[in-house]
């Protein structure tokens, strides 16, 4: 076939580098490459991202602690947090109740987290809404914190 169709990457900056770094070496062989075009992040990757996020914004967990995305639930989405590290749990006793009430809490948005992908993904209508509403959501949080 000889093309790139799509850069499937998850949301690390080396990801954004790599792929500017082959739009410049594309184009001086006069090759049409915009990373805009073809580079996608992990659907996967960006779904865990946002029910991490909504389980933040829910108030399941607290945002007094940063850690990577991969092991606290209320890592930022934006890319240049991606290395944080701390840990959200510390400071919890460890005991039976506080720590069966926090997983309880966490239990209890898994079935609401559910429903809501399932009527996201009922239809390309309801896609573009969420989608819509997301970025809108996104443009507002960037203003509140310039």
């Not at 805009?36 to 996020?53: G, K, N, Y």
């Amino acid at each position: 076939m000889g093309c790139v169709v799509a850069i499937n990457a998850d949301n690390a900056s080396s990801n954004d580098t790599m792929v500017n770094h082959l739009q410049m070496s594309f184009q001086r062989d006069f090759v049409d490459f915009r990373p805009s075009d073809v580079q996608m992040h992990c659907m996967a990757h960006t779904v865990h991202l946002a029910a991490l996020e909504l389980l933040k914004g829910i108030g399941v967990v607290k945002d007094d602690k940063k850690e990577t995305y991969q092991d606290n639930v209320t890592a930022p989405l934006d890319r240049e947090y991606d290395d944080n590290t701390g840990s959200d749990l510390e400071g919890l006793e460890d005991s039976a109740g506080v720590v069966d009430a926090y997983l309880g809490e966490v239990l209890t948005v898994i079935p609401k987290l559910r429903n809501i992908i399932r009527a996201v993904c009922s239809s390309p209508q309801q896609q573009e809404a969420w989608l819509e509403e997301a970025n809108a959501f996104l443009q507002k949080m960037a203003s509140v914190q310039c």
